[in-house]
């Protein structure tokens, strides 16, 4: 994927560049279609086509171009770059939602970077996980930290306790809501997957 010192713009799937989303929001938007509880199939064979359809038509402006038999390379070139190449082998618990934080997150991003990311044209994912990564003492941070321990079964202190109890509404993890069955019926046309 080239430097550490270098943006990556496009990733090399079976020795040919292909251009990719760089800017935050793609990101994002990929991983609230794949938590979407209607993008899953009856099977894990077709939740797993659904997933690599979303991958590649968020992440490849011309994902139609890349052939067949180098689509799992392409996704998994994607997962490196989401990871920044960075990976880690131990699966930890939940303790942060991309959409459900976004209030909170964003003004600790803001404050790392020092503006209003949403005010940005483009921000490269890698930027915006660099800022994540440096956030400090923050609102997002403490109700990170108890989530924390409450995944791990720790005894929480007791302004954790109080913090917990002022901030539920913040803390506890919501459901996602149903879509139409209309909504799902786009969505499954968009990503080329149709009921029989």
Known sequence: MG?????PTSLNIGGIDYAIRTDYRAVLDLFAALNDPECFGETEEETNLIHANI???????DCDNIPAEH?????????EFIDMS????RKKPKTMDWEQDAPILIPAINKVLNCEIRA????????????????GESLFSNIVHIRQKMANHKKLEKWEQDFYKENKSLIDFKQKDQRSNEEKEKLRDYFGYKKK
């Open 3 to 7: 430097s550490a010192w270098e943006f």
């Open 55 to 61: 991958i590649l038509r968020i992440m490849f402006p």
């Open 71 to 79: 689509i799992q390379e392409a996704l998994d070139k994607v997962a």
């Open 86 to 89: 960075i990976s880690e082998d």
């Open 120 to 135: 940005e044209k483009h921000i490269h994912w890698w930027t915006f996980m660099g800022a994540y990564m440096e956030i």
